[in-house]
């Protein structure tokens, strides 16, 4: 049987110069590309911007993204795409849509062919998808994510443009049970839903040798790790916050984002800036070493569909405070795993801080629940679920 072709779309992918944008879609994309029964391109769009200037660091990165690379072994296409400030929300899904219809046909051109489309984040790229796949009659699947579900679909407009491509989708696949849930309640159809949630690659995320230099360290103070986006939403803020009410900790930060130097601000703010160290943003191989030499991830998001952060801390042995959100429950399940906030607050955060270390778990009994998480059942389940959209659509 020869092997089925799939496009991937998804705004959410890394490339050369953002390296950990979207990475937790290019894992599962790997998982499904070793399997060798599936030929994969992605086409990866990005924002146009016009010039690099000092004014829009984070825009001017996009400027010197590759239109084509090959990207881990797999081949990527990165065209532009029209975002307009503000009022550009509604049309996105437009300019997306013809931007990949025209990679799609420099593709042809290449001699490729696609029999499923796999779309990555409802809003905009899954709707772009839905126009994509019926402009070509390609049969697809689409993944909610997170904040496409939770938070874009409290906006009439685009909840509907969602619902619309979730008809047109032979699935439409949630990364955890609330996702699925929410997604019920505006309107998807419920035969059609399915959960894959992400697993975590146990073969990189692993405990590393731990030296002198922690326990050492551990008889005077803990460690505590942040790892995300410097954003509002991802509570960098609340843990650093926090530290003032935990003189026995210090606290790694890992990411880099708009809110750096307000973040750096608020530690020297609360007195913590000798126990606060920023490491920027850092390649996924050098994070099992973070995670290892951490006692505890913190995770203090507003919103998370699943977040994969929490399994790669307990496959290297590291418990985890999170906040009580979304699929989050879903991942922290045992005392092996790590523990909830009851809130998410500086209180919140402090409270179940303590709580992890009145009850420290065994970091080898962390390690075993998160084995319990691999790609495997995932990847078998999407490998079965393309088949059978691939099947659906084959002349009787």
């Known amino acids: ?87 550009g929300m509604l049309i996105t899904p437009i300019f997306l849509a013809i931007c990949i219809l025209r990679e799609i046909r420099y593709l042809y051109k290449r001699g490729c062919s696609f029999d499923v489309i796999d779309a990555h ?22 993944t909610a994510r997170g904040t496409d579900i939770n938070l874009i679909s409290d906006f009439l ?28 309640e505006i309107g998807f159809a419920e035969n059609s839903t399915r959960v894959f949630r992400n697993g975590v690659d146990l073969n ?27 954003i509002e939403r991802k509570g960098h803020h609340l843990i650093i916050e926090a530290m003032a009410s935990l003189p026995g900790y210090q606290l790694v930060i890992v990411g880099d984002g708009e809110w750096r130097e307000k973040l750096e601000s608020l530690a020297k703010k609360h007195g913590v800036q000798e126990r606060v160290k920023f490491v920027g943003e850092v390649p996924q191989e050098r994070l099992p070493e973070l995670y290892s030499r ?20 307990m496959a290297c042995g590291t418990p985890v405070v999170a906040t009580r959100i979304w699929g989050t429950p879903e991942v922290v ?20 801080v303590q709580r992890l270390f009145v009850n420290y778990p065994d970091r080898e009994k962390t390690r075993q629940y998160a084995e319990g998480f691999s790609w495997q059942e995932t990847t078998e389940g999407l490998l079965a679920l393309i088949s059978e959209i691939n099947r659906s659509n084959l002349p009787q």
């Not at 496009?7 to 499904?32: A, C, D, M, W």
């Not at 913190?298 to 699943?306: F, Y």
Request: charged content about 20%; overall charge positive.
């Open 294 to 313: 951490a006692d505890a991830l913190v995770l203090a998001s507003s919103r998370e569909g699943w977040a994969n952060v929490l399994l790669e801390a």
């Open 1 to 87: 049987m020869s092997a089925i072709n799939c496009l991937v779309i998804t705004s959410l992918y890394p490339n050369s110069i953002q390296f950990r944008h979207g990475v937790f879609v290019e894992t599962r994309i790997k998982h499904v590309h070793k399997s060798n029964n599936v030929n994969i391109n992605v086409i990866a769009p990005v924002p146009w911007f016009p010039f690099k200037s000092r004014f829009f660091p984070e825009y001017s990165k996009l400027v010197d993204v590759p239109r084509h690379e090959i990207w881990h072994g797999i081949y990527v296409c990165h065209p532009r795409y029209l975002v307009i400030p503000k009022i």
């Open 121 to 142: 984040y409802y809003y905009p790229d899954g709707v772009a998808a839905a126009i994509v796949s019926k402009v070509l009659k390609i049969p697809l699947m689409i």
């Open 204 to 230: 990189l995320f692993h405990p590393t040798a731990i030296d002198e230099t922690r326990q050492k360290r551990n008889l005077q103070s803990k460690q505590l790790i942040s790892v995300g986006y410097l």
């Open 157 to 184: 407009i685009p909840r509907k443009m969602m619902v619309w491509a979730g008809k047109v989708a032979k699935f439409n696949l949630a990364v955890c049970e609330a996702l699925r849930q929410r997604m019920l």
């Open 333 to 352: 399940q045992t005392p092996e795993a790590g523990v909830l906030c009851n809130e998410r607050s500086v209180q919140g955060i402090v409270e179940a």
